[in-house]
């Protein structure tokens, strides 16, 4: 069967379109083609009707190549046929030359544009914070870096990671806010190669960060990035201070060494679990925490008082009417909550709680004590502890042995997961070789099924400890948030089937889930990202307070504590906070804020407030508690 001639039209088209195939030559040629069929008839055009045009049909076409050649800036020369062509020639030339001139600039300018757009130029600042690496901490240490900048002129942090610079400035602009005086500066590249981390500066850097990932060589990469560092300065240059964050105790001591003697390194899991089992003792613990770390509101700052030389530090605790006094560094070493007897020597520096650096003045408060009103009677007695630990992940281990540390004859940790039971029978072994007595047991379950809670008597246990499992590879960050919404949700159906609130502790990763989470307002949510995050900021600021923060979050030192507030002071009766400092130190402790539950916990605070002045006065009742600086 014979096939169907195809039409002009389209054969046209496809000689047209084979033609365009042949390169940028035949595109060239189509085009000036066309120009000249749109010009030369229009020229024609205007000669034809110009009344004043010559009478001669030479002179009229000589005109027409006149109009066509000022038109296309191609020559207009008239006369003999080698000069028209010398004409068009020599327009040609200067056609090509202005073209190419043009085509140079322009690419070259591209060029420029899309470096800036890449990030790959270097940062000319003095004395600006450098953040290596990106994590969900890297929006917790901008923030907090732009709030401690708030009150400095000419303040930068310099952001760089193998991620695109526009990504980095919106993802920035989104979670941060605006800057405000702080200047935000992205860089793109691989944080590993000295020669991209020259382009931060880091040889004038004020201080250099570097941030953990959630990944399987996380650590290894820490390492390889404080490596790359040290390589990146120049041969007489120092290394800059150095705070950084690693997951494994493993890697600490390599992290250690690579960061220099300036160095501060974190172990961000042994931080979150310490956190987590503080906050499962006593709940509304990291509502204190979250105070203490966030630049928004009141942090510890070291301060020097000579007029405070030869006396004794318990007369300290009452010589602030703003701030709150919780310790001294003396020789570099800190020392919390000392013995109230111990002499302040001229060099020694003081650790207070205070709204700012400059907000710490003397004021004698011992006037403002009302010895009346302090309880007299003893601490009620610590007793045995049952703790219910539903899911496991990689900081369960660190958790059981906290729990362990300070475990109350008869104390018992129950864990409900579906992991292998040899996994949590090592911890089980080690528990029985340290001799603590802490008994733990393994239900074998899915914490997301509400039939596996059902079978637990949740409401017998003293706090409930919620965690993600780690994520995947290949899995998003925060995926095991997910899981842990699911088990919350199904612990809330539990409290209004019985009307009993649980005393519940929640790790999340991503801070956005907070707002999702079926928990109280006032619930203990630890997000652990965000608390390495909040504290490298601090430490970024002044590293000396990490020795501070390492006793103050330790299990065996002194730590944050919450007391009944009738241990301190007789409930129902009105007095000033001075009265609860003066009965703190009685006790050998040092008093910094309380919680109130008189009404709903509302509020960013609910309920807590730190670093109260001393002259404050308030009804204290018999739910409310203390904020103390002491041991367990």
Same mark, same amino acid.
Request: aromatic share 4%.
């Given at each position: 069967?014979?096939?169907?001639?195809?039409?002009?039209?389209?054969?046209?088209?496809?000689?047209?379109?084979?033609?365009?195939?042949?390169?940028?030559?035949?595109?060239?040629?189509?085009?000036?083609?066309?120009?000249?069929?749109?010009?030369?008839?229009?020229?024609?055009?205007?000669?034809?009707?110009?009344?004043?045009?010559?009478?001669?049909?030479?002179?009229?076409?000589?005109?027409?190549?006149?109009?066509?050649?000022?038109?296309?800036?191609?020559?207009?020369?008239?006369?003999?046929?080698?000069?028209?062509?010398?004409?068009?020639?020599?327009?040609?030339? #200067? !056609?090509?030359? =202005?073209?190419?001139? *043009?085509?140079?600039?322009?690419?070259? @300018?591209?060029? +420029? $544009?899309? /470096?800036?757009?890449?990030?790959?130029?270097?940062?000319?600042?003095?004395?600006?914070?450098?953040?290596?690496?990106?994590?969900?901490?890297?929006?917790?240490?901008?923030?907090?870096?732009?709030?401690?900048?708030?009150?400095?002129?000419?303040?930068?942090?310099?952001?760089?990671?193998?991620?695109?610079?526009?990504?980095?400035?919106?993802?920035?602009?989104?979670?941060?806010?605006?800057?405000?005086?702080?200047?935000?500066?992205?860089?793109?590249?691989?944080?590993?190669?000295?020669?991209?981390?020259?382009?931060?500066?880091?040889?004038?850097?004020?201080?250099?960060?570097?941030?953990?990932?959630?990944?399987?060589?996380?650590?290894?990469?820490?390492?390889?990035?404080?490596?790359?560092?040290?390589?990146?300065?120049?041969?007489?240059? #120092? !290394?800059?201070? =150095?705070?950084?964050? *690693?997951?494994?105790?493993?890697?600490? @001591?390599?992290? +250690? $060494?690579? /960061?220099?003697?300036?160095?501060?390194?974190?172990?961000?899991?042994?931080?979150?679990?310490?956190?987590?089992?503080?906050?499962?003792?006593?709940?509304?613990?990291?509502?204190?925490?979250?105070?203490?770390?966030?630049?928004?509101?009141?942090?510890?700052?070291?301060?020097?008082?000579?007029?405070?030389?030869?006396?004794?530090?318990?007369?300290?605790?009452?010589?602030?009417?703003?701030?709150?006094?919780?310790?001294?560094?003396?020789?570099?070493?800190?020392?919390?909550?000392?013995?109230?007897?111990?002499?302040?020597?001229?060099?020694?520096?003081?650790?207070?709680?205070?709204?700012?650096?400059?907000?710490?003045?003397?004021?004698?408060?011992?006037?403002?004590?009302?010895?009346?009103?302090?309880?007299?009677?003893?601490?009620?007695? #610590?007793?045995?502890?049952?703790?219910?630990?539903?899911?496991?992940?990689?900081?369960?281990?660190?958790?059981?042995?906290?729990?362990?540390?300070?475990?109350?004859?008869?104390?018992?940790?129950?864990?409900?997961?579906?992991?292998?039971?040899?996994?949590?029978?090592?911890?089980?072994?080690?528990?029985?070789?340290?001799?603590?007595?802490?008994?733990?047991?393994?239900?074998?379950?899915?914490?997301?099924?509400?039939?596996?809670?059902?079978?637990?008597?949740?409401?017998?246990?003293?706090?409930?400890?919620?965690?993600?499992?780690?994520?995947?590879?290949?899995?998003?960050?925060?995926?095991?948030?997910?899981?842990?919404?699911?088990?919350?949700?199904?612990?809330?159906?539990?409290?209004?089937?019985?009307?009993?609130?649980?005393?519940?502790?929640?790790?999340?990763?991503?801070?956005?889930?907070?707002?999702?989470?079926?928990?109280?307002?006032?619930?203990?949510?630890?997000?652990?990202?965000?608390?390495?995050?909040?504290?490298?900021?601090?430490?970024?600021?002044?590293?000396?307070?990490?020795?501070?923060?390492?006793?103050?979050?330790?299990?065996?030192?002194?730590?944050?504590?919450?007391?009944?507030?009738?241990?301190?002071?007789?409930?129902?009766?009105?007095?000033?906070?001075?009265?609860?400092?003066?009965?703190?130190?009685?006790?050998?402790?040092?008093?910094?804020?309380?919680?109130?539950?008189?009404?709903?916990?509302?509020?960013?605070?609910?309920?807590?407030?730190?670093?109260?002045?001393?002259?404050?006065?308030?009804?204290?009742?018999?739910?409310?508690?203390?904020?103390?600086?002491?041991?367990?």
């Amino acid at each position: 069967m014979a096939q169907p001639r195809a039409r002009f039209g389209d054969r046209a088209r496809y000689w047209f379109d084979s033609t365009l195939t042949r390169g940028a030559s035949a595109l060239v040629g189509w085009m000036a083609l066309l120009c000249l069929a749109v010009v030369v008839p229009a020229s024609a055009v205007l000669v034809w009707t110009d009344p004043d045009a010559p009478a001669s049909l030479t002179d009229r076409f000589a005109q027409v190549w006149r109009l066509t050649g000022e038109t296309l800036r191609l020559g207009g020369s008239t006369g003999t046929p080698l000069r028209a062509t010398l004409s068009l020639l020599l327009a040609l030339v #200067a !056609l090509l030359y =202005v073209s190419t001139l *043009v085509g140079l600039i322009t690419t070259a @300018l591209t060029e +420029r $544009l899309t /470096a800036l757009r890449r990030g790959r130029s270097t940062v000319l600042e003095q004395g600006h914070a450098v953040v290596l690496g990106w994590s969900e901490q890297v929006f917790t240490v901008v923030g907090e870096l732009v709030a401690a900048n708030a009150n400095q002129r000419r303040a930068a942090v310099a952001v760089l990671a193998d991620r695109d610079k526009t990504a980095m400035e919106e993802a920035l602009s989104t979670k941060v806010g605006p800057g405000g005086r702080t200047r935000l500066i992205c860089r793109s590249g691989p944080t590993t190669d000295p020669a991209v981390i020259g382009l931060t500066s880091p040889e004038t850097a004020g201080v250099v960060l570097v941030m953990p990932h959630d990944e399987p060589d996380a650590d290894a990469e820490v390492v390889k990035t404080l490596l790359a560092l040290r390589a990146a300065l120049p041969g007489d240059a #120092a !290394l800059p201070p =150095v705070v950084a964050a *690693v997951r494994d105790d493993r890697y600490r @001591l390599a992290a +250690r $060494l690579a /960061a220099g003697p300036g160095g501060v390194i974190l172990e961000s899991d042994t931080v979150t679990a310490r956190l987590i089992v503080q906050a499962a003792r006593r709940p509304g613990l990291s509502l204190v925490h979250r105070e203490l770390l966030d630049f928004a509101g009141d942090e510890f700052y070291l301060i020097a008082e000579p007029a405070l030389a030869g006396r004794p530090f318990g007369d300290a605790l009452l010589s602030y009417p703003t701030s709150s006094v919780v310790g001294m560094v003396r020789s570099g070493t800190p020392l919390l909550n000392p013995p109230e007897q111990t002499p302040l020597a001229p060099d020694d520096l003081l650790v207070v709680i205070s709204r700012d650096d400059d907000t710490a003045w003397l004021g004698d408060c011992a006037e403002l004590v009302e010895k009346g009103a302090m309880a007299s009677g003893p601490p009620a007695p #610590a007793r045995a502890e049952r703790v219910l630990l539903l899911g496991w992940n990689r900081r369960a281990p660190l958790m059981i042995d906290q729990l362990r540390r300070r475990a109350r004859p008869g104390s018992s940790v129950d864990v409900v997961a579906d992991e292998d039971e040899a996994t949590v029978r090592q911890v089980d072994e080690a528990d029985a070789h340290g001799g603590t007595g802490l008994a733990l047991t393994l239900h074998h379950g899915d914490v997301t099924r509400p039939e596996t809670l059902r079978r637990l008597d949740i409401h017998s246990y003293d706090s409930v400890i919620v965690l993600g499992r780690d994520p995947a590879p290949g899995q998003p960050p925060d995926d095991p948030d997910n899981r842990t919404l699911v088990t919350l949700l199904l612990l809330r159906q539990l409290e209004e089937a019985t009307g009993r609130e649980l005393p519940v502790v929640t790790e999340l990763i991503d801070d956005r889930n907070r707002a999702l989470a079926p928990i109280s307002p006032g619930a203990d949510v630890i997000i652990s990202g965000k608390l390495v995050g909040l504290l490298m900021a601090q430490i970024s600021q002044n590293r000396h307070l990490a020795a501070v923060f390492e006793e103050l979050f330790s299990a065996d030192g002194t730590g944050v504590r919450l007391r009944p507030a009738a241990d301190y002071v007789l409930p129902g009766c009105e007095t000033s906070f001075a009265t609860v400092v003066a009965a703190a130190r009685r006790r050998g402790e040092c008093a910094i804020g309380y919680r109130s539950h008189d009404g709903p916990p509302t509020g960013p605070g609910h309920g807590v407030r730190v670093n109260p002045p001393k002259a404050e006065r308030r009804r204290w009742t018999a739910t409310d508690e203390v904020v103390v600086i002491g041991e367990d």
